[in-house]
């Protein structure tokens, strides 16, 4: 079922970026906050998305994206290394037991992008967020930090 999942999700993604003209595609690795966890990730032009690999284990399973649709900041440093500012939201569905968990947040990723060759891009940032969990009650997230390190393939 999780190899269907990911033909589907990939076979979505090919087919999305033959209708823009800079479309990404690639995975990411990374710890807290949502969308800083490990999965795919998505590009077209300036949105950036970022899909979080179903994490099951023990009596629990959880997923997360996020979409950082704002670039606030994108300034080279060298010709093919840039740093950027992003505005994006996040949201996170998690399970445990007979519990059940549900976030959202906002997001603003700092980071680096090194582009070695135009069709290769590995980037690495921090996704510092202000979230609140809604579900099973409602009161302010507590893992404000994020990051992720991830590598996205170039097509168009």
Known sequence: MKKLFLVLVLGLA???GTAFADFGIGVHGGYGGL???GGLNLAFSNVF???DAFGLGNNHMSISGAVDFVSLLNSPIVATLNWY???GIGVGLWGWD???GLAAAVRLPIGLSWK???LLE???QINPQIGLQII???NLWGNFWGGNLGIRLWIG
Do not use: E, H, Q, T
């Open 14 to 16: 090919l087919m999305a």
């Open 35 to 37: 969308g800083s966890g």
């Open 49 to 51: 998305i970022y899909i």
């Open 85 to 87: 500012i992003r505005l």
């Open 98 to 100: 007979n519990n059940m």
């Open 116 to 118: 070695p060759i135009k």
């Open 122 to 124: 590995i980037f690495l």
């Open 136 to 138: 099973p009650d409602v």
